[in-house]
Every structure is written in C-alpha cells, then in structure tokens.
C-alpha cells in the first residue's frame, strides 16, 4: 500500500489517498454484493418455480399459473415491505431483491408509506408510481414500438 | 429430471441479479434500483422481440420469468400477439393486457399496504 507523506504537495497526496481507498475499498465489497445478489436473487426465482408448479399442478395452464405466481410474489413482497423485512433483507441482498417481481412491489410500497402523511392522493397515490410509472412508461413504449415494428415488417 | 428446473431457475434468477448488481457497482453512473428496474423491463422487451427470451423462459422457467426482464417479456409477447389477432389496435391493448395480473396486484396490494402498515423509526 502506498503510502501518504506530509511533506508532498496536496495533489499527490489527493491521489495518493485516491489510490488508496480504490485499493483498499471496492474489491471485496463488490464481491460480498455480488454474492448475496446472486443467492437471494435466485432463491425468490426458486420460490416463483414452487408457486408456478403449484398452480399448473392445480390445473391451471401455463400463462394464468404465472399470473397468479406474480400475484402472489407481488402480495408476499408488499406484505413483506409494510413490515419492514424487505428492506433488511434488501440492505444485504442489493440487485437480488430488486430484480425480481418481489422488488418492483417493494418500489411502489415502500415510497408509499413513507409519503402517506401528504395525502391518499398526492401521498399514497402518486407515490406508489415513484418507480413503477418509469418502469411502465418505458415497458408499454417499447413493446408498443415492437408490436408496431411487427406489424409494417412481419 | 424433474427437480433441475429448480436448479435452472436459481441459477438464471441469480446471475440476471448479478449484472444488475454488477451495473450498480462498477459503473460510474448512479445507477438506482429504479434504473435498474426500467433497464431489464426494457431489456426483456427487446430480447423478447429479438426471439431470445423465449428459450431461456423454457430452460429457466421462473428463473426467467420472475426477474423484471420477465415482465417486459410478457409485455412484448402481448403486444406482438395483439397485433397478430386485431392488427395495429392490437399494439396498444396487447401488452397491457398480457400483465394485467401482476399490473393490478402490484397497484391494490401496494396501495392496502401503504394504508395497513407505518414505516419503522
């Protein structure tokens, strides 16, 4: 590691500092992240794979098991948020909470009880869509573009 | 086997998890979960339209469909189908359509939530 002398210009010692804390910092950090993103991420696709053979093992076909497999994920993860254990278990789990059907739950409660106090209008519903308005906007633009693009070039 | 489909799915749910991990931690920019979120609805679109998300829903099964990029995958299979049953009228019901479910779970839930429970500290 190197190391930092008083007696170099301030520059140097900015960089050297810089260089310090990039070696010291990020590595094992980004790696312990990468982990538990990937263990939670792929144990909640675990739990979706047990509700959809579930729900198809109930006689449910294909498309309607996944909607209720997203039905259910969707009401776990907002329970889950109202009690706060989502975002403990995000503080650990990063991405592998996110990604998932569960984390777009999660952005819509969570922003919602926070602002709750302005209001069921401007609080409650408008919050509720802090994430979820993007992530709409942006999934019905493209699909409508490709479903448009399909249909001049099919 | 019966039981790999489990083992798929955690590994596709898990490594989907993982570069969205990755682009949170090594890019410069700020990426917050909500650009996170809107990049793999996006993403699951366009691999969708492209043919290439279909195979990895058969492999993976919820491994493929649970993660957002799922979402944008049914929005894109929706819309396109649309189009194929009503023509253009069919682009703008399609997708909407096809995630109605999780569309209307996510809005009540969310909103019973919001109302039943108070945020801690």
């Not at chain 1, 959809?52 to 309607?64: K, S, T, Y």
């Not at chain 1, 969570?110 to 519903?125: F, H, I, N, T």
Request: charged share 10%; net charge positive.
């Amino acid at each position: 590691m190197a190391e930092v002398k008083d007696s170099q210009p301030l520059e140097i010692q900015k960089k050297e500092y810089q260089k310090m804390v990039q070696e010291v910092q990020p590595r094992p950090t980004v790696g312990r992240n990468v982990f538990w993103a990937f263990v939670v991420g792929g144990l909640i696709s675990v739990l979706g794979q047990l509700f959809l053979n579930f729900f198809q093992a109930r006689g449910l076909a294909l498309p309607e098991a996944g909607a209720a497999t997203s039905t259910v994920l969707v009401f776990l993860a907002a329970l889950l948020t109202g009690l706060g254990v989502y975002d403990e278990i995000a503080k650990i789990a990063g991405a592998g909470s996110i990604v998932p059907i569960t984390g777009f739950a999660n952005s819509m409660v969570a922003p919602a009880m926070e602002y709750r106090g302005e209001g069921l209008v401007l609080g409650v519903g408008a919050r509720l869509f802090t994430v979820a308005g993007p992530v709409l906007v942006f999934g019905i633009v493209t699909a409508w573009i490709v479903a448009i693009l399909y249909y001049f070039f099919r | 086997m019966k039981n790999m489909i489990f083992l798929k799915a955690f590994l596709v749910g898990g490594l989907l998890c993982v570069i969205a991990q990755l682009l949170m931690d090594l890019t410069s920019h700020k990426v917050t979960p909500a650009h996170v979120l809107v990049g793999f609805v996006t993403g699951g679109v366009i691999l969708s339209a492209l043919g290439l998300y279909q195979p990895l829903v058969n492999w993976a099964g919820a491994g493929a469909t649970v993660p957002l990029s799922g979402f944008g995958h049914l929005l894109a299979q929706g819309a396109i189908g649309g189009v194929k049953q009503k023509g253009v009228l069919g682009a703008f019901s399609g997708g909407v359509a096809a995630t109605a479910a999780g569309i209307t779970a996510a809005v009540v839930f969310g909103y019973l939530a919001a109302l039943a429970f108070r945020p801690k500290g």
